[in-house]
Nanobody, 124 residues
Framework: QVQLVESGGGLVQAGGSLRLSCAAS????????MGWFRQAPGKEREFVAS????????YYADSVKGRFTVSRDNAKSSVYLQMNSLKPEDTAVYYC?????????????????WGQGTQVTVSS
């Protein structure tokens, strides 16, 4: 079992930055690839970014590529999402999730454990 707790959300103006954190507890963090997803009101949960167990391989949704950076610190059992040049359309609840390696990185159903989410609101 893995418990995930996100933090760092908030209200920011367009063009600003936020850094989300996700702290994991339970089974060995480094055995899981990690992902970030987001869900806006009335929309389905969508993939944002993913990082491999070692942190070497990352993937991003086209909508955030070049603006967001995912990273992890296995010694601290944490994964991060640095969000720059934020846009109003980035407004959503952001979730971190853990999955066993080998499954699809951008599919909601591939992830075994989820955090409770943190709200990010970008004002225009």
């Amino acid at each position: 079992q893995v418990q995930l707790v996100e933090s760092g959300g908030g209200l920011v103006q367009a063009g600003g930055s936020l850094r989300l954190s996700c702290a994991a507890s339970g089974r060995t963090f480094s055995t899981y690839a990690m992902g970030w997803f987001r869900q806006a009101p009335g929309k389905e949960r969508e993939f944002v970014a993913s990082i491999s167990r070692s942190g070497v391989i990352t993937y991003y949704a086209d909508s955030v590529k070049g603006r967001f950076t995912v990273s992890r610190d296995n010694a601290k059992s944490s994964v991060y999402l640095q969000m720059n040049s934020l846009k109003p359309e980035d407004t959503a609840v952001y979730y971190c999730a853990a999955r066993s390696a080998g499954s699809s990185y951008n599919i909601v159903g591939s992830y075994d454990y989820w955090g409770q989410g943190t709200q990010v609101t970008v004002s225009s």
